[in-house]
């Protein structure tokens, strides 16, 4: 499928593709599927410098996805602090838009969806935390 030779050529581009004497890497979801995803929203990500204690800002984003790897919601944890803190408020909007970034450009959720051997319970649900500093996990 598409996604899953826009996985590969990404992954060949990391310098990732291959094995170990357990077997391949794409046998089943992996550390590196997951890196993809995580490196693609923090390459599509515009952090805000130069807010109020960046230090102590952590964005946590859920988001849900269907079986076929489409966003099925995004969600900010923290709505309380969304709707009383502006600069918080700045730095959630743009992780979230970097999430749907990546989906668009990259297809990135899709791509676990074609990953073989994946499970859709493994990935169905995913928290990101963004920091000013970059993506956290």
Known sequence: SWARDVYKRQVNNLGIEGGNSQGSYFSELTVSGIDFVKSKIQESWKTIAGGKDDRNIEVVISVKLTKEGLIESVEIEDMQR???????????????????????????????????????????ESRFVFTPQGLLR
């Open 82 to 124: 969304y709707r009383t803190d502006t600069y918080f408020q700045e730095l959630a909007d743009s992780a979230e838009r970097a999430i749907y970034i990546a989906q668009d450009v990259y297809g990135v959720f899709e791509v676990l969806s074609a990953q073989s051997g994946s499970r859709y319970s493994d990935w169905k």
